[in-house]
Nanobody
Framework: QVQLVESGGGLVQAGGSLRLSCAFS????????MGWFRQAPGKEREFVGK????????DYADLVKGRCTISRDNAKNTVYLQMDSLKPEDTAVYFC????????????????WGQGTQVTVSS
């Protein structure tokens, strides 16, 4: 059974940076495309970015484009989300997700989810 565990969240001032990690276990990590999503209080979960199984293809939501970078280390079974120039509106619980069929921005196309890590950006 695939398990995902996010870490690296915390409290940061506006303009600061954080790097989130997502540790994958239970299957062959390099077979899975990975996504990052976030959910702010009272809002729906939304797409942040995605990376293909090989790491060659990435894509980002317009809200974070230019400020976030997704990478993966298939030897360490880990995917990362580097977030720079953070804004208060980036405050949310951040989730990683995994699926094998496509590199997608759609929540419903991901089969496995982590429990999330809280990111709070103060102004």
């Amino acid at each position: 059974q695939v398990q995902l565990v996010e870490s690296g969240g915390g409290l940061v001032q506006a303009g600061g940076s954080l790097r989130l990690s997502c540790a994958f276990s239970g299957s062959t990590f390099s077979s899975y495309n990975m996504g990052w999503f976030r959910q702010a209080p009272g809002k729906e979960r939304e797409f942040v970015g995605k990376i293909s199984w090989s790491g060659r293809t990435t894509d980002y939501a317009d809200l974070v484009k230019g400020r976030c970078t997704i990478s993966r280390d298939n030897a360490k079974n880990t995917v990362y989300l580097q977030m720079d120039s953070l804004k208060p509106e980036d405050t949310a619980v951040y989730f990683c997700a995994a699926q094998r069929t496509s590199v997608s921005y759609r929540l419903d196309e991901y089969n496995y989810w982590g429990q999330g890590t809280q990111v709070t950006v103060s102004s």
